[in-house]
Every structure is written in structure tokens, then in C-alpha cells.
């Protein structure tokens, strides 16, 4: 079975400065896809960046970007800029390509960004 | 992106009673739903997967009995918590997967308390 582990349960930051949140997983399958999510107040979840195993160039989506270390099973997610609105959970995910599409998460980290 | 909507967002109801939560994609076919249970600071937990017209597989540990999946269209699946106790007290997500991209859509939860 797939795990994901968030080894910070809790991160700050200050507006303006860059967070690396980390995200290590477990399994056994060659081709997956890889996902940080964003879990506001709200509680709505909202999909930051996703990554597939198989391409080697990480992902960015504007200021968020990830750090792919395939061998070592390492997806930790860098934010570069860090604004107010950056402040949630965030989840790091795992989906077996070719699956039954269903994600397993992380226990999370929760971000405070400091004005 | 594709939206999928939950109903209620926040339901109260007493123990032994039971709740039906239902989770609708508005503008896609959504061939499988996933349901997800989050308990106040934790993650997201899969209870269960469904697709569209099929008996739901539930997670190792989820009591298919007290939690009743349907999922008889393509653009509605509900869950209904038989007998709830205060324990089954949590925030319930849907996500949904389907055609034509196959990515997965979050609803924006249900909160369910039992008193």
C-alpha cells in the first residue's frame, strides 16, 4: 500500500519569503502522479500542482514549485513569495497511474504566513 | 475547472437518526465518486469508492451498513450515515472523477454533527 508522509505538522513564514514544505512517499509502482493540495478555512480543497512521475522536470504553477527527487521518493513543494492567502493546509497526494484514480494524502502541514 | 456541489454543507441531527449527504457534479460525467471523511486537524481518510450503476468497495475498517453509497447516476452519488452516533461526527468530502479528463474534483464538504 501507498503512504505519504508530512513530517512538519506546522510551518510559518514570512510575507514575501519562500517555504519548502516536505513530502516523502512510499510505493512500489513506476508511474504516478503526485499532488499538493491547499486546504483553506473554508475546508474547500483546492489543487495547487500536480506532478507525473514519469517526466522529470518539476512542476511550477506561478510562485509554487516542487523539488521531484524520484529515487528518493521526495516531493517537497517551494511557495516564493509567500502572500497572506497562502495561509492553509496543505496536503501532499498520491494517485497510482492507471488506477483507480482515488488519492491518498498526507497528514498535512499547516501554514501561517506572518504580515 | 469542473464543480461539484454537496447538500447539505452543515447538517445537525440526533443519534440514531440517519443522514443522507449527496454530491453532485454540474457539468461532467462523474464515473467514479470517492468519499472522504475528515476528523477535526487530520487528513483526509477514503471510506469509500463507487462507480456510476456498481456496489460501492469500501475501505478496510468503514462499515458498509451504517455507511450506504449510491451512486445511480453520473451525476449524483449520496451517503447516508445509518444510526449516526456522535462519533461519526466529521467533515464528509466527495471527489469526484470522470470524463473527459478523468482529474478529480472536490465537493466543498459536509459538516455532520450528532448529538
Known amino acids: 500500500a501507498q503512504t505519504v508522509t508530512q513530517s512538519q505538522p506546522e510551518m510559518s513564514v514570512q510575507e514575501a519569503e519562500t517555504v519548502t514544505l516536505s513530502c516523502t512517499y512510499d510505493?512500489?509502482?513506476?508511474?504516478?502522479?503526485l499532488f499538493w493540495y491547499k486546504q483553506p478555512p473554508s475546508r474547500q480543497m483546492i489543487l495547487v500542482i500536480r506532478?507525473?512521475?514519469?517526466?522529470?522536470q518539476n512542476a511550477t504553477e506561478n510562485r509554487f514549485s516542487v523539488n521531484f527527487q524520484k529515487a528518493a521518493k521526495s516531493f517537497s513543494l517551494k511557495i516564493s513569495d509567500s502572500q497572506l492567502g497562502d495561509a492553509a493546509m496543505y496536503f501532499c497526494?498520491?494517485?497510482?497511474?492507471?488506477?483507480?484514480?482515488?488519492?491518498?494524502f498526507g497528514k498535512g502541514t499547516k501554514l501561517t504566513v506572518n504580515p | 475547472g469542473a464543480v461539484v456541489s454537496q447538500h447539505p454543507s452543515w447538517v445537525i441531527c440526533k443519534s440514531g437518526t440517519s443522514v443522507k449527504i449527496e454530491c453532485r457534479s454540474l457539468?461532467?460525467?462523474?464515473?467514479?465518486m470517492f468519499w472522504y471523511r475528515q476528523f477535526p486537524k487530520q487528513s483526509l481518510m477514503l471510506m469509500a469508492t463507487?462507480?456510476?450503476?456498481?456496489?460501492?468497495?469500501?475501505e478496510q475498517g468503514v462499515e458498509k451498513d451504517k455507511f450506504l453509497i449510491n451512486h445511480a447516476s453520473l451525476t449524483l452519488s449520496t451517503l447516508t450515515v445509518t444510526s449516526a452516533h456522535p462519533e461519526d461526527s466529521s467533515f464528509y468530502i466527495c471527489?469526484?472523477?470522470?470524463?473527459?479528463?478523468?482529474?478529480?474534483?472536490f465537493g466543498p464538504g459536509t459538516r455532520l454533527t450528532v448529538t
Open positions: 497526494a498520491f494517485e497510482t497511474q492507471g488506477g483507480s484514480e482515488k488519492l491518498v
Open positions: 510505493t512500489s509502482e513506476s508511474d504516478y502522479y
Open positions: 506532478q507525473e512521475a514519469y517526466k522529470q
Open positions: 457539468d461532467f460525467q462523474a464515473t467514479t
Open positions: 463507487s462507480n456510476e450503476g456498481s456496489k460501492a468497495t469500501y
Open positions: 471527489m469526484t472523477s470522470g470524463l473527459p479528463s478523468y482529474e478529480q474534483y
